[in-house]
């Protein structure tokens, strides 16, 4: 059984990080033709659309919380981060994207250390240490410019950060169904208010690209929440490297661009530190788990 839920974790997340990719690539074929805060509308429209029909069969009732404050926050943080997101995969090679999104379980253990006051020890301030390293040969600042899809996709690594601190905290007393739904139902006006001052309509060609980025980022957070809900992360983690390789290959078959080598290295050092610092945590938790299991008599 243990084996059954690990290899669909795999699957799921195989698929997640396929259709991220895939997501990239639209958005990178539009280039700055539909503008950024109306794409991200669009993918706010989509993914809400996905979980209508869970929310009817639950019921109404799965609704009712006390954690608005919380959803506020939250939804803050992953609105920026899909904004900053979507404007560096439009200007950047979209795997160049993904190696430095790797930083994000780096900024994770940071926040959970300064906000929720997580014990944490000196192996995993080095792994931070050496994992922003790995971002730095990734854009190689003074080496080739530093622009500004390079920062957005660092900024939306921290802004992503922030939006699994606070569904850490949501966790603990909410349904992930309801957190998804939420946190859908709360970013709609935030996307929308912002799209009727930057309007584009799709034209027809743009149209199928528009709605392929939508979809394919909607599915993909859905197939990543499946991953993560049927295995261990310390399972599945090491399969979210699949995204560099499927957007280097969407990103040659589609605009011939190619990964340079100092961008698989630093993709790989970052990739190793995150991960190193996700078995570090889990081991914690399962000594943890042991100290307060009770002895059998």
Known sequence: MILDRSIAGIIWMCLAMFLSAAAGACVR???AEVPTLELVFFRNIIGLLIFIPWLLRQGFGVM??????????????????????????????????????FTIPLFTIVLAVLILKQPTDHHSWVACFVGLVGALIVMRPGVIELTAAAAAAIASA??????????????KTQNAGTITIYSNLL?????????????VTPTTEQLPWVLGAAFFSAIGGLCFTLSVGAADARVVQPFQFTRMIFAALIGYLMFLELPDTWTWIGAAIIFISSYYIVLREGTQQDSNQGLKRPEIK
């Open 158 to 171: 921290m802004m992503s950060a922030g939006s699994n601190t606070t569904l850490k905290v949501l966790t």
């Open 187 to 199: 970013m709609l006006p935030l996307a929308l208010i912002p799209t009727f001052f930057v309007w």
């Open 29 to 31: 074929q539009l280039g």
């Open 64 to 101: 009712r919380t006390s954690r608005i404050p919380l959803y506020l926050l939250r939804v803050t943080f992953a609105y920026t981060a899909m904004v900053l997101l979507f404007f560096a995969w439009g200007k950047m090679p979209i795997a160049d994207v993904f190696a430095l999104q």
